[in-house]
C-alpha cells in the first residue's frame, strides 16, 4: 500500500516525501487506515516496523481536521515514551514529518535545561512529547493541562511497566479529558494482561491489531552463538570487529562496570568505542548517540538502556558480549539491527556466568539459535587490555605518628623536623628559645588547669 492510497492532507504528504517514505510497512498498512478514520488503536508489533510514523501521520492529519478546541494551556497532542533515547527520537521524526504543516513540537525529558522546557511548555505547544516523569512534574506545576488534549499516544507500554512507570503513566490519564472526547493509540511489543487492562481502562473500544510473526525475531537478522570461556571473551570480540572492520557494531553488556571495561579495551587496541549507561550524563549521551548516527563513531557499547527505543539505520552488527538474562531483552537488544528491511547480524557470546538463560531465549523466541566453532585462530591473544581511567589523586595524608593511623601529637618525624634544635649550649632552665637575653632568668613554668574530669577536684 502506497501513503498516497490514504486520506492524508497535502501537508502531511509533504513531510512523508521528505522523510523518503513511499510504500507503508505492515504496521503503517494495518493502523492508519483504523487510525485516520478516528479510532483507538491498540498494536503489537516488533521493533523497527515503521510504527513510529505510523502514529505521527496519524496524529498529525487528524489535527489537520479536527478542528482546534480553543487556546489554553493543553497541548493538542501528548506523546509518553518511557526513555529519553526514545523521547529525542521520536520528536526528530515529529519534526521531519510535520514540519510543513507548521505544528509546534516540543520533547521534554531529564538532564537538559529545565526552566527553558517550562518556558517553552508555557508558550503553549501542538505536540508534546516526554518521559513520565518530566511531565508530571511540569504538570503538577501547572505549567499545562490535559483536560483539553485530543490525541494520546502510549509508546512502548510493556517498558513503562518494566521500569515502574505506569502509577505515573495512570496520575496522567486521569487527569486528561474523558476516553470519549480524545483519541488514544497504544503501542506494544507485548500486549499482556497488564497492557489490555489498561486498554480497558483508559481507551475507547480500541481497534487490536497484532503484528507478531511466528518468528518473534527479525527474519532478515542472522544470528550466531559462541559458546566461550569468560577468559576468553575478550580476544573473541576483538576477532570478530577485526574480521569485518567496516561494520557499524552496537555491544551490549549487562553492568554498567562491564561496559566501561569494553570501551577501554578497545580504544587500547586502536578501535573507536564510547559507552552509553543510565547515569551518563544527557548532552553526553545525545552527543554520542549523534556521533553514532552520523557514522563518525564505529562502536557503542551499551547496557540496556540503549535495547529499546533507539532508531538507528545502518547497525551492522549487535554484539551480545553479555547474554542478557532477560528473553524479551534479547529480542528487543537485535533488533537494533536489520532495521527497515535492511540485513543484520546478532552475535552472542555465551560464557559460564549467563549461558544458564540461553533455554528461555530460544523457547521465547521459537528457535534454536545457531552454534558457530570457534578455533583458535578466532580469538586474539595479543591485545591490550586497556588501563583503568586516571582519577584524581587524594591529598597526600600527613601523619601525626610513626605510622598510618597514629594521631600522636609531636611524634611524626614532619613535627619533629619543624622544631628548632635544642640548644646545648644554654643553662638548665633557660628555655629553649634561640635568641632568649642571657639575663631572662629562667623561664615561665607551664600554668596548669584542675582537671575536670579527675575525681575530688571542683572546677
Same mark, same amino acid.
Given at each position: 500500500?502506497?501513503?498516497?492510497e !490514504?486520506n492524508i492532507p497535502?501537508k502531511i504528504?509533504?513531510?512523508i516525501?521528505?522523510a523518503g517514505f513511499?510504500e507503508?510497512?505492515?504496521?503503517?498498512?494495518?493502523?492508519?487506515?483504523?487510525? !485516520?478514520? %478516528?479510532?483507538?488503536?491498540?498494536?503489537?508489533?516488533?521493533t523497527?516496523?515503521?510504527k513510529?510514523?505510523a502514529f505521527?501521520?496519524?496524529?498529525?492529519?487528524r489535527m489537520?481536521q479536527?478542528?482546534?478546541?480553543?487556546?489554553?494551556p493543553?497541548?493538542?497532542?501528548l506523546?509518553?515514551a518511557?526513555t529519553r533515547?526514545?523521547?529525542?527520537?521520536?520528536?526528530?521524526?515529529?519534526?521531519?514529518?510535520?514540519g510543513?504543516?507548521?505544528?509546534r513540537?516540543l520533547?521534554?525529558?531529564?538532564?537538559?535545561?529545565?526552566l527553558?522546557q517550562?518556558d517553552?511548555?508555557?508558550?503553549?505547544v501542538?505536540?508534546?512529547?516526554g518521559?513520565p516523569?518530566?511531565?508530571?512534574?511540569y504538570?503538577k506545576?501547572?505549567v499545562?493541562?490535559?483536560?483539553k488534549?485530543q490525541? !494520546?499516544?502510549?509508546d $512502548?507500554a510493556?517498558? #513503562?511497566f518494566d521500569?515502574g512507570?505506569?502509577a505515573?503513566?495512570?496520575?496522567m490519564?486521569?487527569? #486528561?479529558?474523558?476516553y470519549?472526547n480524545r483519541?488514544?493509540?497504544?503501542?506494544?511489543a507485548?500486549l499482556s494482561?497488564?497492557?489490555?487492562?489498561?486498554?480497558?481502562?483508559?481507551m475507547?473500544?480500541?481497534v487490536q491489531?497484532?503484528l507478531?510473526?511466528e518468528n518473534?525475531?527479525?527474519e532478515?537478522?542472522k544470528q550466531?552463538l559462541?559458546?566461550?570461556g569468560?577468559s576468553?571473551k575478550? %580476544?573473541?570480540?576483538l576477532?570478530?570487529?577485526?574480521r569485518?572492520?567496516?561494520?557499524?557494531y552496537?555491544?551490549?553488556c549487562?553492568?554498567?562496570?562491564?561496559?566501561?571495561r569494553?570501551?577501554?579495551?578497545?580504544?587500547?587496541n586502536?578501535?573507536a568505542?564510547?559507552p552509553?549507561?543510565?547515569d551518563?550524563?544527557?548532552r553526553?549521551r545525545?552527543?554520542?548517540?549523534?556521533q553514532f548516527k $552520523?557514522g563518525?563513531?564505529?562502536i557503542?557499547v551499551?547496557?540496556d538502556?540503549?535495547?529499546?527505543?533507539l532508531?538507528i539505520?545502518?547497525?551492522t /552488527?549487535?554484539?551480545?558480549?553479555?547474554?542478557p538474562q532477560?528473553?524479551?531483552d534479547y529480542?528487543h537488544r537485535?533488533g537494533?539491527?536489520?532495521?527497515?528491511?535492511?540485513a543484520?547480524?546478532?552475535?552472542?557470546l555465551a560464557c559460564?556466568?549467563?549461558?544458564?538463560?540461553l533455554p528461555?531465549i530460544?523457547?521465547?523466541i521459537?528457535?534454536?539459535?545457531?552454534?558457530?566453532?570457534?578455533?583458535d585462530? #578466532?580469538i586474539?591473544?595479543d591485545?591490550?587490555?586497556?588501563?583503568?581511567?586516571s582519577?584524581?589523586?587524594?591529598?597526600?595524608k600527613r601523619? /601525626? %605518628?610513626?605510622?598510618?593511623g597514629?594521631?600522636?601529637?609531636?611524634?611524626?618525624p614532619?613535627r619533629q623536623e619543624?622544631?628548632?634544635?635544642r640548644?646545648?649550649?644554654?643553662p638548665a632552665?633557660?628555655?629553649?628559645?634561640?635568641?632568649r637575653? $642571657?639575663?631572662?632568668?629562667p623561664?615561665?613554668p607551664k600554668?596548669?588547669?584542675?582537671?575536670k574530669?579527675?575525681?575530688g577536684i571542683?572546677?
Amino acid at each position: 500500500m502506497r501513503f498516497e492510497e !490514504l486520506n492524508i492532507p497535502d501537508k502531511i504528504m509533504e513531510g512523508i516525501r521528505a522523510a523518503g517514505f513511499t510504500e507503508c510497512t505492515p504496521v503503517q498498512a494495518r493502523t492508519l487506515p483504523e487510525a !485516520l478514520s %478516528g479510532k483507538d488503536i491498540a498494536a503489537q508489533a516488533q521493533t523497527g516496523t515503521g510504527k513510529t510514523a505510523a502514529f505521527l501521520i496519524a496524529v498529525f492529519s487528524r489535527m489537520l481536521q479536527v478542528p482546534q478546541p480553543g487556546h489554553g494551556p493543553s497541548p493538542r497532542a501528548l506523546v509518553i515514551a518511557p526513555t529519553r533515547e526514545l523521547v529525542s527520537q521520536i520528536a526528530a521524526e515529529a519534526k521531519l514529518l510535520g514540519g510543513p504543516a507548521g505544528f509546534r513540537i516540543l520533547p521534554v525529558f531529564g538532564g537538559i535545561d529545565y526552566l527553558k522546557q517550562r518556558d517553552d511548555i508555557a508558550k503553549g505547544v501542538d505536540m508534546l512529547i516526554g518521559t513520565p516523569g518530566r511531565l508530571i512534574d511540569y504538570l503538577k506545576q501547572k505549567v499545562y493541562s490535559l483536560r483539553k488534549t485530543q490525541f !494520546l499516544v502510549i509508546d $512502548e507500554a510493556d517498558r #513503562m511497566f518494566d521500569m515502574g512507570f505506569i502509577a505515573d503513566l495512570r496520575f496522567m490519564l486521569r487527569r #486528561m479529558s474523558s476516553y470519549e472526547n480524545r483519541q488514544s493509540m497504544l503501542f506494544s511489543a507485548t500486549l499482556s494482561h497488564r497492557v489490555h487492562e489498561l486498554c480497558y481502562e483508559h481507551m475507547n473500544l480500541p481497534v487490536q491489531i497484532s503484528l507478531t510473526p511466528e518468528n518473534i525475531t527479525v527474519e532478515q537478522i542472522k544470528q550466531e552463538l559462541y559458546h566461550v570461556g569468560k577468559s576468553e571473551k575478550l %580476544g573473541l570480540l576483538l576477532g570478530i570487529i577485526r574480521r569485518e572492520p567496516e561494520g557499524r557494531y552496537l555491544i551490549f553488556c549487562n553492568t554498567k562496570a562491564a561496559v566501561e571495561r569494553i570501551e577501554l579495551f578497545l580504544n587500547a587496541n586502536g578501535l573507536a568505542a564510547s559507552p552509553i549507561t543510565g547515569d551518563l550524563d544527557q548532552r553526553k549521551r545525545m552527543k554520542v548517540l549523534s556521533q553514532f548516527k $552520523e557514522g563518525t563513531l564505529p562502536i557503542l557499547v551499551a547496557t540496556d538502556v540503549a535495547s529499546r527505543g533507539l532508531h538507528i539505520d545502518g547497525v551492522t /552488527h549487535v554484539i551480545n558480549y553479555d547474554l542478557p538474562q532477560d528473553r524479551e531483552d534479547y529480542v528487543h537488544r537485535i533488533g537494533r539491527t536489520a532495521r527497515a528491511g535492511a540485513a543484520g547480524m546478532a552475535i552472542s557470546l555465551a560464557c559460564e556466568e549467563y549461558v544458564h538463560s540461553l533455554p528461555d531465549i530460544e523457547e521465547y523466541i521459537r528457535q534454536k539459535i545457531p552454534v558457530m566453532p570457534l578455533t583458535d585462530e #578466532m580469538i586474539v591473544t595479543d591485545y591490550r587490555r586497556g588501563r583503568p581511567r586516571s582519577r584524581i589523586a587524594a591529598p597526600e595524608k600527613r601523619y /601525626h %605518628g610513626d605510622k598510618p593511623g597514629s594521631h600522636a601529637k609531636g611524634r611524626g618525624p614532619h613535627r619533629q623536623e619543624s622544631r628548632p634544635p635544642r640548644r646545648k649550649d644554654r643553662p638548665a632552665g633557660m628555655g629553649n628559645t634561640p635568641g632568649r637575653p $642571657e639575663n631572662a632568668g629562667p623561664s615561665r613554668p607551664k600554668r596548669r588547669y584542675p582537671s575536670k574530669n579527675k575525681p575530688g577536684i571542683k572546677p
